[in-house]
């Protein structure tokens, strides 16, 4: 059977399944019922323009229906039926039903739209010709390439094109585009128990997913923007069949994934080059993702054993697949001399393999071990091909063969944790885990990595937790070679003029590293009208035997939060968290005959969010009118520092970015009335307030040349995501029956 075939039985099932269920629910008499239905209306105003308002969620004025329930029961027959949906009338909205017999047999279907709004500010010169091909009107492209070729400027070095010109004639063509991204994905399941011992599940999924979204192209190694087309299809297939005995159970499924790119290609005109020539196409191209499948087979064991102990193990075997055919090497039909591909298709195949097992047991009173081994391998099976040359952004022939690496790696996780309860309030906890690593075609074929933790735990009643948690890691490096990957890669020699790679660089996730991470938890509630709970996490990552690329890395992270009741009908909260991010980096400059460490510069990374939050509940007329007051912000920073350490003559751009800040202040009020147990009345109040400065993005526009004089032969989106004040009103009710 086909894949396409057992994806089309799949659904057959599935729609059989549930029409089944249906009828036999309806064929039964005297259900039980209960639903619920909340509906309003909305009204909003403010300064609404930006994208960060609506960009995962829809809000729309007017009528609305927040929440539709139905639930039917037979209990004489063992039936039920439940429909269930969150925002049905919405751009974000969810439905759910559930059909069965209790113990027996089970349908499930869920639907979810979900909308991702990148921008509304977006404008691009471009029209769309069909699929994935944007173009721009010959007369439009030899004005622009005519300006800017025109020198304003001589007695200046290079050409000075007119920007005032260009600016006019970009932002006189520009028009909006929609970039914005919609899912849609629904899922159907059934599960059938027949008896106690005996389970068996099937499950089918479909993912639309269409729209828009900023994409960055090149030609002639101009970066620009292009609105991605987007139109995507992904089914994935689950089932799984389980038996239970008395003290073992043995389970075994499948999952399979296919995914379909509706538009395979990315088509776009140069702005300011009407015709192909060499060195500077009138056109460029990119491919984009490849449809692709995915199988999975696992099975898996437990059973139980003396002493309290209890064994689990994990195998699968997965292959993941795609045969897109390659495109030309170039788009650009003035080039002369172009190479052949090595083959028509890539013909990419990777086969994983997983083993993952379990042992634990508690062999005296108060004392629990637990032993874990975990093995996984990625094997790619994709050809390595020797290309015997190549085109550079559709400009020029480098004659130089290159091979694609089939990157693999396979790694090794075992760990002994141990539990042990001293005393009635004192838990001792301790571990140690090792973890392997073995790469192909990395700068680094091997790692190891050795762990050990410790956390003591206090526990009295239910009124007192307080744990103290350490773990340290220290990873060592096999023989780290950083040219090894450019001589794969080049197995006739790197182009003429090519730096080796900088010898001390180390890629941090090959590098050595100390990681010490510490952990202090505390929740004490002393009655019944106070909580209280605070935690600080620390993590110290250490690059000790870096001289090149990242240094240190350090997260951190306080939390405390307050409950507490003033009467048995008013409570408070407040909470506040803190988090940091540091990171530091070294790097270097360098061109042919210029490699010196005095062109050395170095960054310092820091961002940093605050969240507080404080909120009041209560009932100012008990069980008919109730208040509900919220208010929370979240701050955050980045802030980019770079410099030279020595004197340099090359480095040009070390300096201290601007910092970026991010505010978003939420108010929620609501005030609820209860008429009786089925109708409640609710008036509700939201303000939202969102500040940005970012200086990547504020001053984005399609024609960039005034910003930055390099930009002047480039064309962007715009996408801009400026600050917004909203107010969300709305008067709502909800029924039960």
Do not use: C
Request: net charge negative.
């Amino acid at each position: 059977m086909s894949i396409m075939s057992l994806v089309r039985s799949l659904r057959g099932l599935v729609a059989v399944s549930g029409l089944l269920l249906f009828s036999a629910t309806a064929a039964a008499q005297v259900p039980n019922r209960r639903g619920e239905v909340q509906f309003g209306s909305r009204q909003i105003y403010g300064s609404l323009g930006s994208s960060k308002f609506l960009e995962y969620r829809s809000i729309p004025e007017g009528l609305f229906v927040s929440q539709a329930s139905l639930d039917l029961d037979w209990p004489e027959q063992g039936y039920y039926l439940s429909l269930w949906g969150r925002d049905p009338l919405e751009g974000d909205r969810t439905f759910r039903l559930e059909a069965g017999r209790y113990g027996r047999l089970a349908f499930t279907f869920n639907f979810d739209k979900t909308p991702h709004l990148f921008t509304t500010a977006g404008r691009s010169i471009y029209g769309r010709s069909g699929p994935g091909v944007f173009t721009i009107p010959d007369q439009l492209q030899q004005s622009l390439k005519t300006i800017l070729a025109t020198d304003t400027d001589p007695t200046r070095s290079g050409v000075q094109p007119d920007l005032a010109a260009l600016q006019a004639v970009v932002e006189g063509v520009a028009q909006p585009v929609d970039l914005d991204l919609r899912r849609e994905k629904g899922t159907a399941s059934l599960r059938y128990t027949p008896t106690p011992a005996w389970d068996f599940q099937v499950q089918y999924s479909l993912e639309n997913q269409r729209g828009a979204r900023p994409f960055g192209a090149t030609y002639s190694f101009t970066p620009m923007e292009q609105p991605e087309p987007i139109d995507y299809r992904t089914h994935e297939i689950r089932a799984n069949v389980e038996r239970a005995g008395k003290s073992w159970v043995i389970q075994a499924g499948y999952s399979g994934s296919l995914y379909r790119n509706e538009v395979d290609v990315l088509v776009f005109d140069n702005p300011f080059q009407p015709t192909d020539a060499a060195g500077n196409p009138s056109r460029g191209r990119i491919d984009l993702y490849p449809d692709n499948a995915a199988h999975q087979g696992t099975l898996a064991a437990a059973v139980s054993l003396p002493l309290q102990s209890r064994l689990t193990a994990t195998g699968s075997y997965g292959v993941f697949s795609q045969n897109d055919p390659f495109q030309p090497f170039t788009i650009n039909s003035a080039i002369a001399n172009v190479p052949a591909l090595p083959a028509t298709s890539a013909d990419a195949r990777i086969a994983t393999t997983l083993f993952n097992s379990a042992l634990t047991t508690r062999p005296v009173p108060g004392l629990s071990l637990s032993l874990r081994y975990r093995f996984y391998e990625r094997n790619n099976e994709t050809p390595s091909l020797v290309f015997p040359g190549y085109v550079r952004t559709d400009q020029t022939v480098a004659a130089v063969a290159r091979r694609n690496l089939p990157l693999a790696y396979s790694r090794q996780n075992a760990s002994l944790d141990a539990s042990w309860q001293i005393l009635g309030p004192l838990t001792l906890r301790g571990g140690y885990e090792w973890e392997g690593w073995e790469r192909d075609f990395r700068e680094s074929l091997t790692t190891d990595e050795n762990t050990v933790s410790g956390a003591l735990d206090i526990t009295q009643g239910g009124w007192l937790f307080l744990r103290a948690a350490f773990r340290r890691s220290d990873r060592t490096v096999g023989h780290y070679e950083a040219e090894r990957v450019i001589h794969e890669a080049f197995p006739a020699g790197e182009p003429a003029g090519t730096l080796e790679p900088l010898e001390e660089l180390r890629k941090f996730d090959q590098a050595a590293r100390e990681r010490n991470r510490a952990e202090v938890i505390a929740r004490v509630n002393p009655g019944d009208r106070l909580s209280l709970s605070a935690s600080y996490t620390l993590t110290d990552d250490d690059y000790h035997e870096s001289e090149y690329g990242l240094f240190q890395n350090k997260s951190q992270g306080p939390a405390v939060e307050l409950n507490y009741s003033l009467s048995p009908r008013v409570s408070l909260f407040a909470e506040y968290a803190w988090e940091e991010n540091t990171s530091n980096m070294r790097s270097r400059q360098r061109q042919p005959g210029n490699d010196k460490p005095n062109n050395d510069w170095r960054s310092d990374i820091q961002d940093r969010i605050n969240m507080y939050g404080v909120g009041l509940s209560g009932q100012l007329v008990p069980e008919k009118l109730a208040l509900d007051l919220g208010y929370n912000l979240s701050d955050g920073t980045g802030q980019t520092n770079s410099w030279t350490p020595e004197t340099p003559d090359l480095v040009t751009t070390a300096m201290d970015y601007p910092q970026i800040v991010s505010d978003l202040h939420v108010l929620n009020a609501a005030l609820r009335y209860q008429f009786g147990a089925a109708l409640e009345a609710r008036l509700d109040y939201r303000f939202e307030r969102y500040d940005q400065a970012d200086f990547a993005l504020d001053s984005m526009t399609p024609f960039m040349g005034f910003v930055e004089a390099a930009s002047a032969g480039t064309v962007f989106l715009g996408g801009v995501r400026p600050d917004y004040r909203a107010h969300v009103t709305s008067v709502s009710f909800g029924y039960r029956f």
